[in-house]
Structures are given as C-alpha cells and as structure tokens.
C-alpha cells in the first residue's frame, strides 16, 4: 500500500507538480488549496507526511503546523515546509538600496518570531524547509529520508 503525502498549498500548479512527482516515485499524494482544507484533510486522510507552503490563505504553513502538533494523533506527522520566502527577501535585498529599513525586514522578523514562539510552546520546527523554486529530485529525497519508499 503506497504512503500518503499530503500536499497544501495555494499555487494549484505547485499540488499538481508535486503531486505528479509523487506519484511517480510511488506515493498516494492528497492535494489541498489551503491550510484550512489542509487541516481536514490530516484529520480525513491520515497521511503519512505532509508538504506544507508557508505563505498561503485561510491559515498560513505555521499555523496548520501548529494545529498538527496539537492534535493527538497527528502530532508526530513529518512536516516538510515550503517557502519562497528567502529567494524573494535575497531579491529584494540585492534591489534595494542602503536604506534604514530593508524591504521586508518585518516579514523576516515575524518568521524568526514565529518558530521562537513554537518553540517556547514546546513544538519543534519542521523536518525539513524547501526553498522555491521547487526541485523535485530534493522533495522526493527528503520524503524518502522522512517516511522511505
């Protein structure tokens, strides 16, 4: 019986990306637009490992990751993190300007703010965090590290 992935994220071509890939490697992906579906669909699905994007509507990756943690049963749930967060604050910041207030110093500040405060709370971080562009090759080995074949 082939494991379950489930993937959540906003951009739709990124769950069929991913999802195909999957598939291909011999997983069961389970496809979700947002965190709020995403939560459903752990509770549903019982999935194996979870692909999470940070930026998205209806909940954001950290607190859908935070409502994993929680919940009895999916609280040992591996969690890869996808983010596009770095490539867009190093493009930024190689654009901006010797100005006082880098463009999103703050958005930096709320992430860092963010896993401090699952930490105080007692949840780890992610597994593992994956910068986009996504490369599928490293996705399918880092599932495979996590939960095997």
Known sequence: MAKKVLVVDDD?????FLSAALEENGYEPI???NGKEGLEKALSENPDLAILDVMMPKKTGFVLFKQLRRDEKLKDLPVIMLTGVAEVLSDLDAQSDDTHERPYDQLREKMRTAIKEMREEGLVKPDVFIDKPIDPELVISKVKELIGD
Do not use: R
């Open 31 to 33: 496809g979700a637009h």
């Open 12 to 16: 739709e071509n990124t769950v069929k």
